[in-house]
């Protein structure tokens, strides 16, 4: 699928693109890869840390802004597949500065979809977000609005344009800078027995980076042009994690924070009309009418039934103190 074909990863120094890299080294022959980010900071440091584990004669780094769409049309030239990982993602940051928020997540995925489409990229995919279901916070919004964008790039299929575009949601990825397991791991480093948590009741789904690079991989092999992608994890209690963590730890709970939720929400009661049931996913269809079902649907799926909602606190599967504790190993 991706042996000899040029992939491009906005925003790809993060936890997400450097896993990516890593993977698609291992899993097949890409022709290139190209980093497009903003940070030559962080573009130097990931040069350094992959020049003895991949082949780097093969990798590209751009500087460059989604914002820019003049440089994004530049990029984008020749590529075939473009993963959609950039964004203002801390909800704080994102609240103090919305305009800031604005023009990156929604603007800067406008520019994505223009510079697809005009350059003739085969396949886009997005990543998305739980908050942006639901969304009680700007970042959850704009992510929001970016979602739609995506999906409703379709409706130009199959007029001068060829372009394809899916999103991938998923929460908090385990380990990633977002994470609270990195905070938690450098308190115990320190020799504190206090962990903070906001609210015992919290609930998470469990997912690696490696599941979430997974679903994109999935996304660029089987989408056909509107598809969300969501995968089927676990979920774990917020306590569990800290005592896994740190067996007989103090807990301090100090309350939920503005623009956060008990539990993660990735697919809606309202979004169960669309939603279909596949082995290890599902998949949220549009409700357009330009939009082809029997075309784009993808073989296996089952509907779910009408109401229901998938979220990490009603969860069929679950992980314990001891399960999180063999997760973290590989974390």
């Known amino acids: 699928m991706l042996n000899g074909k040029t992939i491009l990863v906005t925003g790809g120094t993060g936890s997400f693109g450097k896993k990516f890299l890593e993977k698609i080294f291992a899993e097949y022959e890409p022709k290139k890869v190209i980093i497009y980010s903003r940070d030559e900071y962080k573009q130097s440091v990931m040069k ?12 590209r780094f751009f500087i ?4 820019d769409k003049d440089r994004l049309y ?9 993963i959609h990982a950039a964004a203002m993602k801390q909800v704080p940051t994102c609240e103090y500065n919305p305009m800031e928020a604005i023009k990156t997540n929604i603007h800067g995925a ?7 489409l005009d350059c003739g990229v085969q396949k886009v995919v997005a990543l998305s977000t739980d908050k942006a279901v639901n969304p009680i916070n700007l970042y959850g919004g704009t992510k929001l609005v970016s979602d739609k964008l995506f999906i409703a790039a379709n409706a130009y299929i199959g007029n001068n344009y060829q372009s394809v575009f899916s999103v991938v949601r998923y929460g908090n990825v385990a380990g990633s800078r977002g994470s609270v397991i990195p905070i938690w791991r450098k308190i115990i480093k320190e020799g504190g027995d206090t962990l903070g948590v906001t609210d015992m009741r919290m609930t998470r789904f469990w997912i690696t980076l490696e599941q979430g690079v997974d679903l994109v991989f999935k996304a660029l092999k089987e989408s056909k042009g509107g598809e969300t992608y969501i995968s089927k994890i676990p979920s774990f209690h917020i306590g569990d994690l800290a ?4 067996p007989g730890c103090r807990i301090d709970e100090f309350g939920i924070r503005e623009g956060e939720k008990l539990h993660e929400v990735m697919v809606t009661k309202d979004d169960s009309l669309m939603t279909y049931e596949y082995e290890k996913h599902y998949i949220i269809y549009p409700h357009f009418e330009w939009w082809d079902f029997e075309k784009n649907f993808t073989p296996g ?3 779910v039934q009408e109401g229901f909602e998938y979220n990490s606190g009603n969860n069929t599967e ?12 590989g974390i």
């Open 318 to 329: 679950w992980l314990g103190t001891k399960e999180l504790q063999e997760a973290l190993k």
């Open 64 to 67: 460059g802004d989604v914002r």
């Open 74 to 82: 530049r990029a984008f030239e020749g590529v075939d597949y473009v």
């Open 301 to 303: 799926g089952r509907k």
């Open 243 to 246: 005592q896994a963590m740190l």
């Open 110 to 116: 406008q520019n994505v979809i223009d510079a697809a």
């Open 48 to 59: 350094m840390e992959y020049a003895d584990k991949i082949d780097m004669s093969r990798v």
